[in-house]
């Protein structure tokens, strides 16, 4: 199993331009994930998904977009990039366990960094 | 709306050294995780907690879910040089269907 692939690894925008990064996991997980991290700091949870058709707002939703189609992939969208955008973007995913247990832990991909310009 | 604060933010520790440092919430959580990340890289489960009061390792790594499911600890004995990076502490609330929360990260530095 790969686990959690995001793709690209790096990306430079320059202000305005639109990207998506791409996020597939193979675990067949339910749950999906979108965190920014800026230096120095914790993950900031953008949007997150609890199954295909199925998108939330995390912490910091504005400037970005989802769409989950499939359990597997999970794409964020960035339409207007601007500076305050630069991060490094990690994608995740968790599978709902069955009662008692009804709490999980998230598998990270290895990050997308981005530097809009 | 729910916010993880840890201590310390960042140690400075000899080779040797036992760790210690904490996670608290004004929430309370059903789940808390911890992390490590190395630099350059998406952070890595390294003990999962799920009822309050366990204590749990993994290695010279021990946690414990606090009794309150306010706060939680991770201890790592005789600290070595590949124990730095960033610990990241994680909370999930009631249902599966919670999103998971991170705190803003411990940085370890260990000095040979």
């Known amino acids: 199993n790969a686990g959690v692939t995001q793709t690209p690894k790096f990306r430079i925008l320059k202000i305005g331009q639109s990207m998506t990064l791409q996020c597939t996991q193979d675990?067949?997980?339910?749950?999906m994930y979108w965190y920014r991290q800026d230096p120095g700091m914790g993950l900031k949870l953008i949007y997150y998904s609890v199954g295909a058709g199925i998108t939330d707002k995390g912490e910091v939703p504005n400037g970005y977009n989802v769409s989950r189609s499939t359990t597997e992939d999970f794409p964020l969208r960035l339409e207007l990039a601007a500076p305050s955008q630069t991060s490094v973007y990690f994608c995740?995913?968790?599978?709902?366990?069955?009662?008692?247990?009804?709490?999980?832990?998230?598998?990270f991909g290895q990050g997308t960094r981005l530097t809009v310009v | 709306g729910q916010q993880l604060n840890q201590s310390p933010q960042s140690m400075f520790i000899q080779e040797g050294e036992d760790v210690s440092m904490n996670c608290t919430s004004s929430s309370i959580f059903n789940t808390w995780l911890w992390y490590k990340q190395d630099p350059g890289e998406g952070p890595v489960l390294l003990i999962a907690?799920?009822?309050?009061?366990e204590l749990t390792s993994n290695g010279r790594l021990t946690a414990q879910f606090g009794i309150t499911r306010k706060d939680s600890f991770l201890n790592i004995s005789a600290s070595i040089p590949s124990d730095v990076g960033i610990y990241f502490c994680a909370g999930q609330g009631k249902t599966s269907y919670d999103k998971v929360i991170f705190g803003p990260g411990t940085s370890l530095s260990v000095i040979p």
């Open positions: 675990m067949n997980h339910n749950y």
């Open positions: 995740a995913s968790s599978y709902p366990r069955r009662p008692p247990v009804m709490n999980t832990e998230a598998f």
């Open positions: 907690l799920y009822k309050a009061g």
